[in-house]
């Protein structure tokens, strides 16, 4: 069918606005709005049949009257992201259901397959108009906010994309779990065991920097991923662990991060400290838990019944660049599958011997039970120092003290005393 002959049938039914008009055919000619397609499509028209022109009047038989209020869009926009820094910005549109089945009925009826949707004008004027009013900038990919334009309820919705902090915390107190940990009984609403709190302990390392984080970004939460975690009772020490901070709903996103750390070491000190290595992307989150990274320990262990040093020396040489067979251990084999994992003693060193104690410092590959290095774990770690030296050992104390990536400039990979 003729562009002109197709421009009547649509005029059949009823009164069309341009930006509507011009949509139908809205992958013809380069460079023009749809607005400009529609009004050069309603003149063509005009002079083909040479009948008086009549502009677009405010009715319209798709849209009814959806582009004569983007302005108020704007408007509402502007306002419902007052309050949040932003740089980049993306629209959505939800369409009433009713308004995309008016157009997709022409499609149909008329089999025309240059048409655009809706929304998809809608998002493209509206941030236009936003670019112009703000000088913010429109991006498709990660931008800062997405503000979601409500048609049926008359509302804009603003999701705010988390900014993500990338650093590495030492951990100087026992007992603090990494991350918050819902109360067992409660589940976290608050009961009597937890004192109504909802959590298992009253800190984690989460919310000791994150109640920092939060407030200086001025965001709703703050939550912390990181590459691996110790034990609640061990101290992580040396460098620090590896750690994306990932900050929830930030009402400020660019903020000086050398402040930030200062002020969070200040505050916490004793407790845990920070490196702020710099901004990140949602992407260094996957790969800083994906990271397998070797681990420096160094544990205190209690031997049951006196013990010559050169027995303990000769039992750290055996099991010195050993391949240990471990079976899940005992401890997590609730919720953890039950396996026998091969993982290699990279290095380990006696660093303080006594006749029923010592104090060694072990390089473990990731993935590697360093309690049940030392205690055996009634059979299911093998070779084990209870098992080479003939005597239960325990683990009194255990610390991390080095989370490394390579061998490269690691003491302990010499087998060298610390
Ligand atoms: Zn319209
Ligand atoms: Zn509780």
């Avoid at 959806?66 to 949040?84: H, K």
């Avoid at 920070?274 to 949602?282: D, I, K, P, S």
């Avoid at 039970?369 to 774990?377: A, F, N, P, S, V």
Wanted: some cysteine; overall charge positive.
């Amino acid at each position: 069918m003729a562009m002109m002959e197709l421009v009547g049938k649509i005029m059949d039914y009823g009164e069309i606005c341009d930006h509507c008009l011009g949509r139908l055919f809205g992958k013809r000619g380069h460079g023009l709005t749809n607005d400009e397609r529609g009004r050069a499509l309603r003149i063509a028209h005009t002079m083909e049949r040479n009948i008086p022109y009549s502009p677009a009047g405010d009715g319209c038989c798709i849209c009814r009257g959806l582009f004569s209020t983007l302005d108020e869009w704007v408007e509402r926009t502007i306002q419902a992201l007052e309050g949040f820094e932003y740089r980049t910005f993306i629209i959505g549109t939800r369409v009433p259901p009713m308004l995309a089945e008016n157009e997709e009925m022409i499609w149909s009826d008329l089999h025309l397959s240059d048409a655009e949707p809706l929304n998809a004008e809608v998002n493209r004027e509206v941030g236009k108009r936003l670019e112009r009013r703000t000088g913010k900038k429109a991006k498709m990919d990660r931008p800062d906010v997405v503000a979601i334009l409500d048609i049926p309820r008359g509302c804009v919705e603003v999701q705010v994309n988390p900014v993500f902090i990338r650093g590495r915390y030492v951990k100087l107190e026992r007992g603090i779990p990494q991350t918050r940990w819902p109360c067992r009984e409660c589940g976290g609403s608050g009961c009597p065991r937890c004192h109504q709190t909802g959590k298992m302990y009253p800190d984690s390392v989460e919310e000791l920097i994150g109640r920092h984080v939060k407030a200086c970004f001025s965001a709703e939460d703050a939550i912390l991923h990181g590459g691996g975690r110790e034990d609640i009772d061990a101290l992580m020490l040396g460098e620090g662990r590896p750690f994306v901070m990932e900050v929830v709903k930030p009402r400020i996103r660019i903020r000086d991060l050398s402040t930030l750390q200062e002020e969070i070491n200040r505050a916490e000190a004793g407790r845990i400290s920070v490196v702020l290595t710099g901004y990140a992307e949602r992407a260094d989150v996957r790969e800083v838990k994906a990271e397998r990274m070797m681990k420096r320990y160094r544990v205190t262990v209690e031997i049951e019944g006196p013990i010559s040093p050169g027995e303990i020396k000769r039992a750290i040489s055996s099991l010195r660049g050993a391949t240990i067979r471990q079976r899940t251990p005992m401890r997590v084999s609730h919720r953890r599958a039950d396996l026998i994992r091969e993982r290699r003693v990279l290095g380990i060193v006696l660093v303080e011997g006594g006749q029923n104690r010592c104090i060694l410092e072990i390089l473990g590959e990731a993935g590697l039970y360093i309690k049940e290095l030392i205690t055996g774990d009634t059979g299911r770690t093998r070779p084990s120092l209870s098992e080479l030296l003939g005597r239960q050992c325990n683990v009194i104390e255990l610390d991390v003290v080095e989370v490394l990536r390579s061998l490269e400039g690691s003491v302990i990979a010499n087998n060298k005393k610390v």
